[in-house]
């Protein structure tokens, strides 16, 4: 994270989005081990590629200024997960594009956090950054997911839908829903 942009760490009066620190590694690695938190994912992870996972996000931010924070609740956690902005890497119609992303340990789901927490990215995406838009994607029977998007005001259409170039034909993951968010949907700062 650049130490010189004024606008880091994000922060509401409950949560702070934050650079990473090697104390988050173990509760990373306990929700990346959790069915409930891997259940619309490709595969939990161990220890070890949970670590490789964080190391890597961890130079992204370093290197993009931005990604996928480590997401904090004040009182109640120094670390509940992650919740930012990346660059997909794989080809689709709506690619090259700046994804929104969460992932949160299932003992602290149904509080808002990850809402509260996206809309603080999806500010920092447009008015920081300036993007023209913002998009968030999962597989399509990730309703708990879906529903964070609903909530946030992104647009599904139906005829963005499409099949997740990284997983096989007939995996059943591989189909996937996307929505888009414009500086228009803004949530106010
Ligand atoms: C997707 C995920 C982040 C959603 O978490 P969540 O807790 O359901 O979503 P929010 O943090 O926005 O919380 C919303 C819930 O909190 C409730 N809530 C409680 N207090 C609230 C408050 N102060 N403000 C807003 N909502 C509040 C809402 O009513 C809602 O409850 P509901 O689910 O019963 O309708 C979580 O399920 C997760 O990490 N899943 C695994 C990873 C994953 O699939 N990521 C996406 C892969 S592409």
Same mark, same amino acid.
């Given at each position: 994270m650049s130490q010189s942009d004024p606008w880091l760490p994000l922060e509401s009066p409950r949560l702070l989005l934050r650079d990473w620190r090697d104390e988050d590694l173990p509760a990373f690695a306990a929700l990346n081990a959790d069915p409930r938190v891997m259940a619309f994912l490709p595969a939990r992870l161990d220890r070890a590629q949970s670590d490789a996972l964080a190391a890597r996000i961890r130079a992204q931010i370093r290197e993009r200024g931005f990604g996928w924070w480590a997401l904090e609740v004040a009182g109640v956690a120094p670390f509940v997960g992650f919740v930012g902005l990346s660059v997909p890497q794989f080809q689709a119609h709506f690619t090259p594009c700046v994804e929104i992303s969460w992932r949160l340990a299932a003992e602290h789901w149904g509080?808002?956090? #990850?809402?509260?927490?996206? /809309?603080?990215?999806?500010?920092?995406? *447009? +008015?920081?950054?300036? @993007?023209?838009?913002?998009?968030?994607?999962?597989?399509?029977?990730?309703?708990?997911?879906?529903?964070?998007? #609903?909530?946030?005001?992104? /647009?599904?259409?139906?005829?963005?839908? *499409? +099949?997740?170039?990284? @997983?096989?034909?007939?995996?059943?993951?591989?189909?996937?829903?996307?929505?888009?968010a414009s500086p228009r949907d803004r949530p106010a700062r």
């Open positions: 509080r808002g956090y #990850a809402t509260e927490a996206a /809309r603080l990215a999806l500010t920092y995406g *447009f +008015d920081r950054l300036g @993007l023209s838009e913002i998009v968030s994607f999962t597989t399509r029977a990730n309703q708990r997911s879906r529903a964070v998007m #609903a909530r946030l005001g992104l /647009r599904h259409d139906p005829a963005d839908d *499409f +099949d997740h170039p990284s @997983l096989p034909p007939g995996h059943p993951l591989r189909p996937h829903v996307l929505y888009r």
